[in-house]
């Protein structure tokens, strides 16, 4: 990488040939607890550019103002700010700022189990027309709105699929996170706020739970803030 040059990544770092050679996020997700986030890693947050508050300067300001490490902007069926926190990212560090790594992410909406629910498409490549049908600011429909379909669609993109925030649905994370691993998900979103408290924190007792499923299960774990307000220290 040249110097001064900002760590952007995405699934064209991350092809995965065999499985001797994993994804790059792997390690970085290997790290995740309960206090990763909101000052270490966040891999859930949103822009204008889907239904949050903050422009993509802002955010990339906020994450440096924060200290973190690694990070993705999820919005929802839309990777739009990437290029702009990416850039905002480029132009602090030339200023002398330590900045995070950005990852590539989306968040993308499927049906599992009859239920439907959000997955985090991280660290995959945007420009692979397999991921493109779900990149285009709106929910897809039809056969490319079942989880299968999905996960398929962001491997192919050299990408990791999460489940996100587990126990937010109408039916419960364990049959969920059970049929999605079953379906070849990378990870689930184990650590969020449920309460949606103006200091975000994990929510107690059922964070914990999720991640032990995760473990038993072989999932890795995610944590994010899902900001939609003026701050990614919250929801």
């Keep these: 990488m040249p110097v001064g040059a900002v760590c952007v990544l995405s699934g064209r770092q991350a ?3 065999k499985p001797s050679d994993p994804h790059p996020l792997v390690d970085v997700l290997a790290q995740v607890d309960s206090g990763s986030c909101p000052h270490q890693l966040n891999f859930h947050c949103h822009s204008l550019w889907s239904d949050g508050s903050l422009s993509a300067e802002a955010i990339a300001d ?3 103002e924060l200290g973190l490490q690694h990070f993705a902007v ?3 069926h839309s990777i739009g700010a990437h290029g702009g926190v990416a850039a905002r990212l480029q132009q602090l560090q030339q200023q002398g700022m330590t900045v995070p790594t950005l990852w590539t992410g989306t968040e993308i909406s499927c049906v599992l189990e009859t239920c439907l629910v959000h997955v985090l498409a991280l660290g995959y490549e945007p420009d692979d027309t397999a ?3 779900y990149l285009q600011g709106d929910t897809v429909i039809g056969d490319h709105l079942e989880a299968a ?3 398929k669609a962001i491997h192919a993109a050299n990408g990791l699929a ?3 925030h587990p126990a937010r649905y109408r039916i419960s994370f364990i049959p969920l996170m059970r049929s999605a691993a079953a379906l070849g998900f990378d990870g689930a979103e184990c650590w969020y706020d449920y309460e949606m408290l103006p200091s975000w924190r994990p929510s107690p007792l059922i964070c914990e739970r999720v991640a032990a499923l995760a473990d038993e299960l072989n999932l ?3 944590c994010g ?11």
């Excluded at 803030?225 to 929801?235: A, I, M, P, Y």
């Design 149 to 151: 379909e999905v996960v």
């Design 74 to 76: 999820t919005d929802h």
């Design 220 to 222: 890795l774990q995610t």
């Design 131 to 133: 991921i493109q049908p």
């Design 15 to 17: 092809m995965r040939h």
């Design 225 to 235: 803030t899902d900001s939609h307000g003026f701050s990614l220290k919250g929801r």
């Design 62 to 64: 906020q994450a440096v």
């Design 162 to 164: 999460v489940l996100a």
